[in-house]
């Protein structure tokens, strides 16, 4: 395979990531952290953040079945953690979905906080499964891709 | 964690910032990841925890392996914002605080309990790059404190706000007097201060820790000195430690009255949330003015009264949230209350609050009363000048202690916002604590905190509170026992701070003197260590029922008197009032000192404000209570 064409093609996938709104200046500052002695630094992290979230993920669930009454302050609170750790790689739109959840939940919101789940869910694994792709590929073509978005 | 190589660090540590000692904590392993990479970037040395706990242990272990501390706000095992003052108090370190939740009211809340910055996550690594001022400014600090402390300068000064100023200058006068002598001693410590610190900034001079023990015993020295006059040298002798040097209590007694000031500004704060209830601000206002008795102001306005049945008087000023029985009787005081109304004397003059309070007393006997008292004492809180300095106006606040002694029986008037709900309960509590004849000022504040922490005064029974220590003394437990009943508003006692009188009453209780340390959201937390008995009942205002972590606090917060937290404890756990009673009942007998009782007062009134519901009972108790206590009714006015 070409190596050229292989890294052109990362770059596009990672600047799609940006486009789409999926991905943050975060992302960006996570990739200047990985160096020589941290090669694979943003996919640990990634990696790091899908183990946390996943759990966080079917807790949310579990309350948001607990209908009468929703918890919401539960709920709040474990949404406050997700929205941390998705901040912490960047996942802008994850995290702004996170933000309507809280949203309802202030307002007591149940239906609310369960539409706005599902979509949250929507969006964490469409990002999750475009990170594999990526990072998949930028294993291939090698530690040199780094290319910062221009701004 | 990581292996220090002491060699290298030494180095690295010459090299300053590079090599900064930073201990990061966060409970989000990828977060932690991502700030420790960070940290490393800008060449830190970092040591990174999951756990607070674990934080606080290597802290701990070793005083100077760190320079600085970052900590996230939302952890399960303990609260960032008690992290970041137990740090703050037994280590003297500059902590940072990381949140995803940029809500400026945590971010006030960091500030106030002590942060050197908060940061929102995630963070830049520029934001990062700067942290090292945050070292190099403490030790400036420190450096420049113990070159005045000698004269107490800074601590009037900034202790003092409105009022005492005078006091605080007389203080100097009296050290000048001293001054020679003491300067010399101080030149020399300080030049060998000074050296240190050049040498190396990021070595640090062995540390003192505070524990409790010597904490009270600090306060104590302090309140007996009377916290305008409490100068290093004389609060060293009193302490009569050998391993403690006179710059130790120097700065230590610098940052407790950061601490008291900081809660009355919390205080007010809440005062002034409380204003928003509606009575009378202006009249606290006015009353704020008060010398000393800062609080009284409200206390005079009787407008004030008359709206919310009671608010709390200040008696002496400081004593921002006297729980007097008065305001616990909504239905008493409204009478009562115009007859406050008229004691613009109250204003003025120490003995006015008094006889104000007593007035006031006199009125719960007619029932418990709302918090009325509360509210007007946020209003006076939200005064600077009026409520809760407690450190100004101290020795006004003596003179209010002897007088409500003489009256009070439990006056604890309690500002709390929550008045009203907690009226009822408060009332039980002021009854209770009036029966003890103790004079428990309200909690007042800060200022007042330091004097309730050390006072052994409490433990007075009688009325006589050693003017500066009783009141707070007395308060403090009242407010601790307050503080737990407060905490159903908020969550159920289950907030104990073990540090004294916590009153987490839901947010409106707050009025607790001692928002001290902790200085949580509802800033109600009071250190009912005062009165060192089992008033421990430390709520946690932000409604962790941590217990543990309280109790945590509390031993580490030298402030407050190590709550025996088996009376508190008790407290803590019980929302109801009726256990609130019984337990202020308890606190009541097991302590000699009516501090308990007052303090069981406080926290009862409080609580009681937040159940009004229960109010019928305790007002039934309340009305036991208040019988016994003999004000004097007609005193004041």
Same mark, same amino acid.
């Given at each position: 395979?070409?190596?050229?064409? *292989?890294?052109?093609?990362? %770059? ?6 940006? $486009?789409?709104?999926? =991905? +943050?200046?975060?992302?960006? &500052? ?27 993920? *079917?807790?949310?669930?579990? %309350? ?6 929703? $918890?919401?302050?539960? =709920? +709040?609170?474990?949404?406050? &953690? ?44 469409? =990002? ?24 | ?637």
């Amino acid at each position: 395979m070409d190596k050229n064409q *292989s890294r052109r093609q990362v %770059a596009s996938m990672k600047q799609s990531l940006f $486009d789409q709104g999926l =991905l +943050d200046e975060q992302f960006i &500052q996570l990739e200047g952290l990985q160096d020589d002695a941290n090669p694979n630094f943003v996919e640990e992290i990634v990696t790091l953040h899908y183990r946390d979230s996943s759990r966080l993920i *079917s807790s949310i669930e579990q %309350a948001l079945k607990e209908r009468n009454p929703m $918890d919401f302050n539960k =709920l +709040d609170t474990l949404m406050h &953690q997700f929205k941390g750790s998705s901040s912490s790689i960047g996942a802008k739109k994850v995290k702004a979905e996170c933000n309507l959840f809280r949203e309802y939940c202030r307002a007591g919101n149940a239906e609310g906080c369960v539409r706005s789940f599902q979509q949250l869910k929507k969006e964490y694994v469409a =990002l999750r499964k475009k990170l594999e792709a990526y990072f998949q590929l930028a294993r291939q073509v090698g530690p040199q891709e780094t290319a910062c978005r221009s701004k | 964690m990581t292996v220090v190589k002491d060699q290298r660090m030494d180095d690295l540590r010459d090299q300053f910032p590079v090599g900064m000692r930073v201990l990061a904590v966060d409970d989000d392993a990828t977060y932690l990841m991502v700030l420790e990479t960070l940290l490393r970037r800008c060449q830190y040395h970092v040591t990174g925890t999951k756990n607070a706990i674990t934080a606080l242990k290597l802290l701990r272990e070793n005083k100077n392996k760190f320079d600085l501390v970052i900590s996230d706000v939302h952890m399960p095992d303990m609260d960032g914002f008690k992290l970041l003052e137990l740090v703050g108090l037994e280590m003297d370190l500059p902590v940072i605080m990381l949140s995803a939740n940029d809500d400026p009211k945590m971010v006030m809340k960091g500030i106030t309990h002590g942060a050197c910055d908060y940061l929102l996550k995630p963070v830049r690594i520029e934001e990062l790059q700067n942290i090292w001022q945050h070292v190099v400014r403490r030790k400036y600090d420190l450096k420049e404190r113990n070159k005045t402390s000698s004269q107490d300068k800074p601590n009037g000064d900034c202790c003092n706000g409105r009022g005492s100023s005078a006091t605080g200058n007389s203080d100097q006068n009296g050290k000048h007097s001293r001054k020679r002598k003491d300067q010399e001693e101080d030149d020399d410590e300080e030049h060998e201060n000074d050296l240190d610190n050049e040498d190396q900034s990021t070595q640090k001079k062995p540390r003192v820790v505070w524990s409790v023990d010597l904490h009270r015993k600090f306060v104590s020295a302090v309140n007996q000195l009377g916290i305008d006059k409490a100068v290093p040298k004389k609060i060293l002798d009193l302490m009569n430690d050998e391993k403690l040097t006179r710059e130790n209590v120097a700065s230590h007694l610098q940052k407790y009255r950061l601490y008291l000031k900081r809660i009355s500004r919390v205080a007010n704060q809440q005062a002034n949330m409380v204003a928003a209830l509606g009575t009378a601000d202006s009249s606290y206002l006015r009353m704020g003015s008060l010398s000393g008795v800062g609080h009284m102001p409200t206390l005079t306005g009787p407008q004030q009264f008359h709206n919310n049945a009671f608010r709390s008087f200040v008696p002496g000023g400081m004593i921002g949230r006297l729980n007097t029985n008065v305001g616990l009787n909504m239905h008493g005081l409204s009478s009562e209350t115009l007859q406050l109304g008229h004691a613009p004397n109250l204003n003025n003059s120490m003995n006015d609050p008094i006889k104000f309070q007593s007035a006031i007393a006199c009125g719960n006997q007619n029932g418990i009363l709302a918090m009325p008292l509360s509210i007007g004492f946020d209003q006076l809180q939200h005064n600077k000048g009026v409520g809760f300095s407690p450190i100004q106006d101290m020795s006004s606040l003596t003179e209010a202690k002897q007088t409500f002694a003489m009256s009070n029986n439990g006056l604890l008037l309690k500002p709390d916002r929550e008045n009203r709900q907690e009226s009822g309960v408060y009332n039980n509590l002021t009854s209770v604590a009036s029966q003890h004849s103790q004079f428990s000022l309200p909690l007042l504040d800060h200022g007042r905190c330091s004097d309730i922490w050390s006072t052994p005064v409490h433990s007075s029974g009688t009325n006589s509170y050693p003017p500066s220590e009783a009141l707070p003394g007395a308060n403090l437990s009242g407010a601790s026992s307050i503080t737990s009943l407060s905490n159903q508003s908020h969550d159920s006692l289950t907030d104990i701070h073990p540090q004294g009188l916590t009153f987490t009453n839901n947010s409106g209780l707050s009025h607790f003197p001692f928002q001290g340390w902790e200085d949580h959201n509802h800033d109600r937390s009071y250190h009912s260590n005062v009165i060192g008995n089992s008033v421990d009942s430390l709520i946690d205002p932000e409604g962790h029922t941590s217990m543990k972590s309280t109790f945590n606090r509390n031993l580490d917060f030298n402030f407050c008197d190590p709550l025996k937290h088996d009376g508190i404890v008790g407290l803590s756990e019980e929302n109801s009032l009726k256990q609130q009673q019984g337990y202020i009942m308890n606190q009541h007998k097991s302590q000699s000192s009516h501090t308990v009782n007052n303090l069981g007062s406080l926290e009862e009134f409080v609580s009681s404000v937040m159940q009004q519901q229960q109010l019928d009972k305790v007002k039934l108790l309340d009305g036991t209570y208040l019988c016994d206590n003999n004000y004097p009714a007609g005193t004041s006015m």
